[in-house]
T-cell receptor
Framework: KAGVTQTPRYLIKTRGQQVTLSCSPI?????VSWYQQTPGQGLQFLFE???????NKGNFPGRFSGRQFSNSRSEMNVSTLELGDSALYLC?????????????FGPGTRLLVL | GQNIDQPTEMTATEGAIVQINCTYQ??????LFWYQQHAGEAPTFLSY????GLEEKGRFSSFLSRSKGYSYLLLKELQMKDSASYLC?????????????FGTGTQLKVEL
């Protein structure tokens, strides 16, 4: 079974631009979560989607948004990019958002904002 | 809110045993995870504890004490490939769902 896939793997943008990242979960997984990883802050939760609905949201500004499609694929968007948005963005999928379900991470999208 | 603490760095010798501790303070609790992350790679799942006690999986074991807000990951027969960052994460039941709060990770270096 294929793992979580994320595209693109690397991205360079300039301040003020916007970016869209894509995540395809493991087949059959319906819950998708997004995390931001930086050297200083570690892994921080952005948001979680299940059945096309946002279930949880982390403490990030409204410039960060996401959505999930009917096939469970998810996208996240960051508008008006800032230098501090440079990070590894990780997507994780699980069968469902409850119980003992384990999250499996994709390889991430490394975003550099210049 | 949640607070998760784990040591920043540890060094151990190949073939030895190492214990990585994690303490947490949470408003709710619905399980504790350990992940391994090699440099430049995605975190990979190691273990999950929701009840008190020890979970063993090959060379890796994880222990949880909910009353003490404490967990540890035990790695036996260390190998060079075990050099990585080990992340402790807690699932907060208050919000439901899969929101995980991660510690900053323990960078383990295995030496000859």
């Amino acid at each position: 079974k294929a793992g979580v896939t994320q595209t693109p793997r690397y991205l360079i943008k300039t301040r003020g631009q916007q970016v869209t990242l894509s995540c395809s979960p493991i087949s059959g997984h319906r819950s998708v979560s997004w995390y931001q990883q930086t050297p200083g802050q570690g892994l921080q939760f952005l948001f979680e989607y299940f059945s096309e609905t946002q279930r949880n949201k982390g403490n990030f500004p409204g410039r960060f948004s996401g959505r999930q499609f009917s096939n469970s694929r998810s996208e996240m968007n960051v508008s008006t990019l800032e230098l501090g948005d440079s990070a590894l963005y990780l997507c994780a999928s699980s069968l469902a958002p409850t119980g003992t379900e384990t999250q499996y991470f994709g390889p991430g999208t490394r975003l550099l904002v210049l | 809110g949640q607070n998760i603490d784990q040591p920043t760095e540890m060094t151990a010798t190949e073939g030895a045993i190492v214990q990585i501790n994690c303490t947490y303070q949470t408003s709710g609790f619905n399980g504790l995870f350990w992940y391994q992350q090699h440099a430049g790679e995605a975190p990979t799942f190691l273990s999950y504890n929701v009840l008190d006690g020890l979970e063993e999986k090959g060379r890796f074991s994880s222990f949880l004490s909910r009353s003490k807000g404490y967990s540890y990951l035990l790695l036996k027969e260390l190998q060079m490939k075990d050099s990585a960052s080990y992340l402790c994460a807690v699932r907060d039941q208050a919000g439901g769902g899969n929101k995980l709060t991660f510690g900053t990770g323990t960078q383990l270096k295995v030496e000859l």
